[in-house]
DNA sequence: GTGTACTCGGTGATATGTCAACAGAAGTCC
DNA sequence: GGACTTCTGTTGACATATCACCGAGTACAC
């Protein structure tokens, strides 16, 4: 067990500020993107990375893996989704065990409607504050943090030391 | 209406990387949070400010503002943390419509606990991979984004334009 | 005072997310 | 082939968050 220093006053403005953009952000994206299309943040989620993959399918894994979400919230939010016939299902050719998720024409119809407000929101209230150096800067610093953390924080060597 | 530029790939880069980090970074605290205290990410960011407040009593609406979250998700969260003998309430002596949010002696027990391994955990996922510099600098974008963004996205200035 | 608008906290219905468990299929090793 | 493990997606029960609303109290103008 290392000695847990306690975070000092400089690193809990960080810390605080750190989750305060990303709480307040969300939230004001969310209401943007609700207000003007109708579109919850989760299912633009999922309706973006369908519209750029080729003919709008996907594989109900690969979905997944590109918004980070656990496999049974992706099931419920897709159930939710076809329901409102944004999307549908489909059996996948490749591999019995797996599905696919298509765009339909009204989910296409309904990203294509939302992205352009939302992306200008995004960029008012992110983007626009920044410099080009400091969004480098930033990518560089998010990506390392990304990419150490561990996918699950109780495997062998990191949860008994 | 603004003609809104699509996000290039180096801004897209950007954005995904900065709601993967903060996705996985939180998923991360919040498994070994649980695991090694039994608190869960809501209880925790109750129980700190409760921790820090004199007496650990905050008037209900003051520890809203401080995790900055709505009233009746703070509300339910207090009156599960209740039932689990965290913390209490009591009256407001100088608002008749306020209320008191009180840690227990077994809160106070539980986050003393719990902090440790947590703020340890916070310097592993995230300080341990930023130089001083680079906190800085995260603080000055981290806060300037958040003082630009609109309490209410539909107000009236924003909102019709 | 009285009327009005606003603040504060809470409630129940609903929406969404998480957890444990399952079934079927695919991969692996012998 | 057979036994075993892993992968994939779904489901239902449960936990948590959001929404619309209410009721009581306060602030303020008059």
Known sequence: MTDSRWLDAREARLWQSYRD?????????ETRLISNSGLSGADYALLHPLSVAEDGVLRT??????????????????????KRGLVCREECVSD???SMVRLTDIGRKAIEAAAPDHVDAVRT??????TPEE?????????????????????P?????
């Open 135 to 155: 969004q480098d800067q930033l990518t560089t610093v998010l990506e390392r943090i990304v990419n150490t953390i561990p996918t699950d924080p109780c495997a």
């Open 125 to 130: 209230y992110f983007f626009d504050h920044l």
């Open 96 to 98: 019995a065990r797996g």
């Open 61 to 82: 894994r690969d979905l997944g893996k590109s918004v980070g979400w656990e496999r049974s919230r992706l099931s419920h939010q897709v159930s939710r989704m076809e």
């Open 157 to 161: 060597s990191t949860c008994d030391e």
């Open 21 to 29: 953009a990303y709480r307040e952000l969300m939230r004001a994206l």
